[in-house]
């Protein structure tokens, strides 16, 4: 299932312009809606999950919402709610949220068939142009842009490709791709406001907003990301310092491995501590603080480093990195080229502790302004 939908996403766009499309339209309709704000105080988790949201509704079943649609602040509700109370500490140790938590994701999948039903109807067999859909039907032009095998293997009962596996893979994606990009935003957000431009002619060790909107002076694409190094380092060490799943996802040893003086049994249970090497101290020696520079070379240009893991590595990584980069950036960048970013606190009092930390670090609560450029 996991190389269908990664297979599925590639041929529908993901890292190409179709996808692309897409992420910067929702940027512009996220920019009109914080414009109509008019720069008053605002709680951004919802406005922030909003756009993510409906990023994957176009590639699930290709539609969008309106920020104001009941319906889909409802379904946002439930993936803020679930994420928030499954990664709480007392939750974590309490099998009745786990189950809550399900039935949260219920409410997503049934939600996704739904859709399916809906659209099923009017599906054109010679341009499939959702995941959702085009893996619930069958045509000859759907094979050859796709790997699915629903249609083939109808009769074969130890076929993973049913609907119902395809619906949850659905929500997944739905659940997953929401709440960690929505959080990436916020976080993001909250980081720079709390370490704003540093002055004078010292060595930058904190976000400067001022130079991320210099290198910003046209409508941001991915294409131009190289161009932008500071920029570029900015956004990473914003996801390094955030570490959103320090303890990664539970994996398994799919064989007896041995690590150093360890031999871990097939099977075995295994949480990788990302957090460990994002916040290595011999490859980021400022590992403590945001310091752009651990991705910014003597030169001033952008430094790959193998350490940048927050979406795992190896083959079981987030199906959804790649996507994920892309909102990120093209979020970022449109909002920054719009708006400028007005705390109602001194920097020095914002605090950016997470409020709980979990499956994921889900950042603190808080208000900012956001004033036309």
Known sequence: MQRFSHMTLRNFGMGKRSIEDRIQ?????????????????????????CAPCNVICTIL?????????????????????????ISSLWNQHISGEHKAFAKRLNGVKNFILEKVKEQQESLDHNNPQDYVVSSARWSRHCIQCLPLKLYFEKHNPESEFDLDNLATCGSNLFTAGTETTSSSLRYGLLLLMKHPEVGGTAKILALDEAKVHEEINQSPC???????????????????????????????VTRDTKFRQYVIPEGTTVLPLLSSVLFDCKEFPSSEK???????????????????????????????EGLARMELFLSFTTMLQNFSLKPLAEPKKIKIKPIVTGLINIPPPYKLCLIPR
């Open 25 to 49: 339209e929702e940027a512009q309709c996220l920019v009109e809606e914080l414009r109509k704000m008019e720069a008053q105080p605002l709680d951004p988790i919802f406005i922030l999950t």
């Open 61 to 85: 079943f290709s539609e969008r919402f309106q920020y104001k649609n009941e319906m889909f602040l409802s379904l946002i509700y439930l993936v803020i709610e679930s994420f928030k109370r």
């Open 222 to 252: 991915t294409k131009d990301k190289m161009k932008l190094p500071y920029t570029e380092a900015v956004f990473h060490e914003i996801q390094r310092y955030v570490t959103l799943l320090p303890s990664d996802l539970p994996h398994a």
């Open 290 to 320: 945001i310091d752009p520079d651990h991705f910014l070379d003597k030169n001033g240009s952008f430094r790959k480093t193998e350490y940048f893991m927050p979406f795992s590595l190896g083959k079981r990584a987030c199906i959804g």
